[in-house]
Nanobody, 112 residues
């Protein structure tokens, strides 16, 4: 069974950057889609970004132009490069291997 492990969360200042990683253990297959979601106590889960094995990417409106999702050549790790961070980006970020394999999450806090 595939397991996902996120890393890279932490504290960043407004305008700063962070890079999240999601490492998959086990075979995820040749054709797959992975994504990043985030959740706060005040908001339901929100799609941040997704990527397919073919390289197609999608982004939530709140992060377009600021965040970038990518994967490594072996397609076992997915990254989320977060730039121009805002306080409203503060959330627990979760990695998803579609349709329903989730990581444990990593906290991102944007504050001065």
């Amino acid at each position: 069974q595939v397991q996902l492990e996120e890393s890279g969360g932490g504290l960043a200042q407004p305008g700063g950057s962070l890079t999240l990683s999601c490492a998959a253990s086990g075979s995820i297959g040749t054709y797959f889609a992975m994504g990043w979601f985030r959740r706060t106590p005040a908001k339901e889960r929100e799609m941040v970004a997704s990527i397919t094995s073919g390289g197609t990417t999608m982004y939530g409106d709140a992060v377009k132009g600021r965040f970038a999702i990518s994967s490594d050549n072996a397609k076992t790790t997915v990254y989320l490069q977060m730039n121009s961070l805002k306080p409203e980006d503060t959330a627990m970020y979760y990695c998803l291997l579609y349709p329903n394999t989730w990581g444990q999450g990593t906290q991102v806090t944007v504050s001065s």
